[in-house]
């Protein structure tokens, strides 16, 4: 087994993410399977990646393991994203004013709204009749 070098908790809507940092040669690993096979869109796999492009942290060198549960691919990606960037925070500390001006440490708290009784969904209502 590889040394951990550090890990961190993403969330984004109902997914949540646990990434950890290994000591290794650049492979990305999400729920047991390769990143491109896992995430097929290049957009999110650019998208959850930003926190190394961002803060110019050397991956060469390091494997990234992520165990992604709930939300979709969206949800999940936004939430490795997350993990990735308070895994980093946590292996380099100066890393943390470049990361938090890049609003990659913030959680994304949007989230969809409870549907209310007595109506069709969340904000929709029943058509109103005069008579």
């Known amino acids: 087994m ?6 961190g908790t993403g969330r984004r809507k109902t997914a949540v993410a646990r990434v950890t940092l290994l000591e290794g040669a650049g492979k990305w690993t999400v729920n047991h399977v390769e990143l491109e096979k896992y995430i097929p869109s290049e957009a999110l796999r650019d998208y959850l990646k930003q926190p ?9 060198k390091t494997d990234v393991f992520v165990i992604a549960k709930g939300g979709g691919i969206s949800g999940q990606a936004g939430a490795i994203r997350h993990g ?3 895994a980093l925070v946590a292996a380099d500390a100066n890393l943390r004013p470049v990361l938090k001006k890049a609003g990659c440490m913030t959680r994304d708290s949007r989230m969809k709204e ?7 969904g969340a904000r929709k209502r029943f058509q ?3 008579r």
């Open 2 to 7: 590889n040394k951990v070098i550090s890990a």
């Open 52 to 60: 190394i492009a961002i803060s110019g942290f050397d991956i060469s």
């Open 84 to 86: 990735l960037a308070i």
């Open 114 to 120: 409870r549907k209310k009784p007595g109506q069709p």
């Open 128 to 130: 109103f009749s005069k």
